[in-house]
Each structure stands twice: as structure tokens, then as C-alpha cells.
């Protein structure tokens, strides 16, 4: 991390982008395999909801697709079934369409799409914990991406008011510490750094904190 007398955007910038590396696999593929499956238990339990029922089914046949990362298909179709895109907008106000529709900005997001993922991950909400904070965890990330610092900053503190927990609320303690850092916003980044270090001591992002938070004091 650069010393505050000589901040270096690019290199806070590279940063926060190898924390996204770190992540997007353990946090978004996982995530994106129990939106499945919420999915799934949707189809199976939700009768009244037809639509629900087509849409879930839908999504499940593009698991191959997104399990394997081979996001475009799953996001465009393939020969044999529809994609996240068409389920996302054919099915729109439906559970369903909404999960197609999250899966569809975690595969823009994994292609390196950044605008495509804020299209499709703009709007959409769940009440599940960790999905619900991962998505907007997402659209932190993307927002990031193409610069929009202040965005950015506003999803990552949705993402952690969302769900107070040990999987994520950490991670996304730690991006928006990094981002405040972007716009020189010190002393919300040290506040974001301390509550790692006090309140989630066992996280990998609390491992050596300490040197963020005396690097920012100086």
C-alpha cells in the first residue's frame, strides 16, 4: 500500500483489482450456486408462481455453463437452451428472472464486462443474506471498475448493512476501505479497517490489518 505522502492511484487501483481476482471465484461462483439452488427450491415448492416454475427450470439447464465458467453461453444460451438473458427479460418480476438476471452480471462481471454487469445487476435485490449481500457486492465491484468510486463505495456499504456476517460483510469491509482509499478518504478507511480488525478478528481479511491501518495514521 502506497504512504499517504505519496498516494498512488494505480497502485490502490491494482490492489482492489487483485481482490476482486481473489474473490469472484470463492464468493460469486459459490453464491451463484446457491442462487441455483434457491432456484431450485423454488421450482419445486412454488406452484402458484407458473412463470417461476418455466424460469427456474430454465436457469437450472445453464448450470453446466456457469458452473464451468463459460459465462458467455450461459449468459447468451447455447444450442440446446436459452440463456440468463432471455430468462432475465422474458421472465422479469418473477424470483427466477431475478436469479437469471444476478447470474447474468456475475458472468459479465467474470468476462470483464463491466458496463454489461451494472446493466443487469442494477435492480436487483434479495432478501437472502449472503446472496443479497453478494449481489450488491457486485455491482460494488463493477462500479469500481469503470471508475465510479463514489457508486462503488455506496454498493460495498449496502453489501455489509445488508448481512452482519463472518463470509462477507469482511470482504466487502476490506474493498470499501480500499475504494475510500481511492478518493483519499483516510479516516473512513481506517474506520472500515478497524471494524475488520475489532469486529471479524478470525477473517482472512483481518490477517495483518494492522500494517493498513498504521500506513494510514502516519
Do not use: C
Amino acid at each position: 500500500m502506497a504512504d499517504i505522502e505519496n498516494f498512488d492511484v494505480q497502485e490502490l487501483s491494482d490492489r482492489v483489482q487483485e481482490k476482486f481476482e481473489q474473490n469472484k471465484n470463492t464468493i460469486y461462483i459459490a453464491l451463484g450456486a446457491i442462487a441455483v439452488l434457491v432456484a431450485g427450491f423454488w421450482w419445486y415448492n412454488s406452484n402458484k408462481e407458473t412463470k417461476s416454475l418455466e424460469a427456474s427450470s430454465l436457469i437450472w439447464k445453464q448450470e453446466k455453463n456457469f458452473g464451468s465458467d463459460n459465462f458467455q453461453a450461459a449468459i447468451d444460451g447455447d444450442q440446446n437452451n436459452v440463456g440468463y438473458a432471455t430468462i432475465a427479460d422474458e421472465y422479469s418480476g418473477t424470483p427466477a428472472g431475478e436469479i437469471a438476471a444476478y447470474n447474468m452480471g456475475v458472468g459479465y462481471l467474470n468476462l470483464g464486462q463491466f458496463d454489461q454487469a451494472i446493466n443487469a445487476l442494477e435492480g436487483v435485490s434479495f432478501s437472502d443474506e449472503l446472496v443479497g449481500a453478494v449481489a450488491k457486492g457486485a455491482l460494488g465491484d463493477a462500479y469500481l471498475e469503470v471508475q465510479s468510486v463514489d457508486k462503488a463505495i455506496s454498493n460495498y456499504k449496502d453489501a455489509i448493512a445488508h448481512s452482519d456476517n463472518d463470509f462477507t460483510a469482511p470482504v466487502y469491509l476490506k474493498k470499501l476501505a480500499l475504494a475510500y482509499e481511492l478518493v483519499e478518504e483516510n479516516d473512513n478507511a481506517i474506520e472500515a479497517y478497524e471494524r475488520i480488525k475489532n469486529d471479524y478478528p478470525t477473517s482472512a481479511e483481518a490477517q495483518g490489518i494492522e500494517k493498513f491501518i498504521n500506513k494510514l495514521k502516519k
